[in-house]
């Protein structure tokens, strides 16, 4: 908030003067003494702020506890007129200082004092209103670009977990209802109703997201979000590659006779050659290929990277059959459901074990290859390819957008066989030389 100030008393003083709180709203100008002094000259006007840049460490450490100062009573000036605005709730002068007192540990006088009107969003509210601002466009994310669609989806399935939640168990959902208790509680309630371990920890995840923003918002100041103890879950799941026999296997397939799957087999094996986003293999242009056709180069969707792929000889020739163009894309949910028809009546039946955290008990079970194949699975096929063919890690990261390495190791499927029928080749297990 641009109207709320701090500014010296007395600019022109010669001795330390005191630092003021000084918010405008409509016609009028609300001013508040922080209790904090400092000499003009070590004032930054344009930080508002004292200057933190002297020698002498206790000099300095006295102008940086002033400046804490400062940012705490902004801070909780901010949370009020926040929440008195999203209530609705008309305020002067007096309302102002009798909420920042109070905010502030702040003595209250005998004299008395006009009552504070309530201040009331329960927590489910602010969810729905923050998706409803994200969704036009009025709240973005950490990188100012708009809320994808399925993250805002996420956060009104949590809202509507939460309001069930208080139906079946009688327990409250606001925010001070929410502590280490609560949220073990809540997690025992999810994992009782059958749900996978994952499923139950993006819940988990999106309910300290939006805690977090309510907090910074204003709404609140339980911090029990804050816990250790109090995170998302997580486990590993079993997910699939096809190897480059298999994808050989899938680009030579005739489906002349079948114009759907043949369109997705398409779009399908530029993932797997590109190792893209199906958002972005499902956007290759002719004017995004460069050096003599055999460079890829674009900013990718999600991260806004720019990214340079070689061209596998495959894609160039699937981009020929179409005019330089991918065939025309369908929906994620559409692709998914027609690879598992494509990768069945090629033949990709073998029986995998897939297991997994369901209800709080560990499932292990067997189900046919072409059940697991996704969009996702293009991606994860071109890595884990690359690096048993030998390619540096570093340079597949380059085009999948993987900062770690270790991440990088979790994401591709490479068996311990493979891994050591990699080693192999290394030197080192070559035996000592003579």
Not at 276 to 281: A, E, G, K, W
């Amino acid at each position: 908030m641009a109207d709320v100030k701090c500014l010296l008393k007395d600019p022109r003083a010669t001795a330390p003067t005191l630092i003021s709180l000084v918010y405008r709203f409509n016609n009028g100008r609300f001013v508040y003494s922080t209790g904090q002094f400092v000499e003009p000259f070590q004032w930054d006007a344009g930080r508002q702020r004292a200057h933190t840049n002297q020698k002498n460490r206790s000099e300095r450490a006295q102008y940086e506890t002033v400046n804490a100062h400062l940012d705490r009573h902004r801070a909780a000036l901010i949370r009020i007129v926040t929440r008195l605005q999203l209530a609705g709730i008309p305020f002067d002068n007096a309302i102002l200082k009798l909420h920042l007192d109070a905010e502030l540990d702040k003595a209250v006088k005998s004299t008395p004092v006009v009552e504070a009107p309530p201040l009331a969003e329960s927590f489910n509210d602010y969810i729905v209103r923050f998706v409803g601002e994200a969704e036009r466009g009025r709240r973005l994310n950490h990188k100012s670009v708009q809320y994808a669609r399925y993250t805002l989806a996420g956060y009104m399935k949590l809202s509507r977990i939460l309001t069930k939640y208080a139906e079946e168990t009688g327990r409250g959902i606001d925010y001070d209802d929410i502590t280490l208790d609560w949220y073990h509680h809540f997690k025992l309630w999810l994992t009782g109703r059958g749900l996978t371990l994952n499923y139950v920890g993006t819940l988990l995840k999106d309910l300290k997201v939006m805690l977090k923003q309510a907090h910074a918002d204003g709404m609140h100041t339980n911090t029990a979000y804050q816990h250790k103890h109090f995170k998302k879950l997580v486990e590993e799941v079993d997910n699939v590659y096809l190897n480059d026999a298999e994808l050989n296997t899938l680009y030579h397939y005739d489906l002349s006779a079948n114009p759907r799957l043949d369109r997705v087999r398409d779009l399908f094996l530029i993932g797997c050659y590109t190792g893209l986003r199906f958002s972005d293999f499902s956007q290759l242009r002719p004017e995004n290929i460069t050096h003599e056709g055999r460079i890829f180069t674009r900013k990718t969707l999600k991260t806004f990277e720019k990214v340079s792929i070689p061209l596998n000889p495959n894609v160039l020739a699937i981009l020929a059959k179409y005019e330089g163009v991918p065939p025309r894309t369908i929906s994620n949910q559409k692709l998914n459901d027609y690879l598992k028809d494509l990768c069945e009546l090629v033949g990709f039946t073998e029986g995998v074990e897939v297991g997994r955290t369901k209800g709080g008990k560990r499932e292990v079970r067997y189900v046919p290859k072409y059940e697991l194949v996704t969009s996702h699975t293009a991606r994860r096929s071109f890595a884990t390819n690359a690096y048993l063919a030998g390619v540096n890690p570093v340079m597949i990261m380059k085009v999948t957008g993987h900062r770690s390495e270790s991440v990088f190791l979790r994401y591709i499927k490479v068996s311990s066989e493979q891994n050591a029928l990699l080693l192999l080749q290394h030197p080192y297990f070559a035996g000592p030389t003579k």
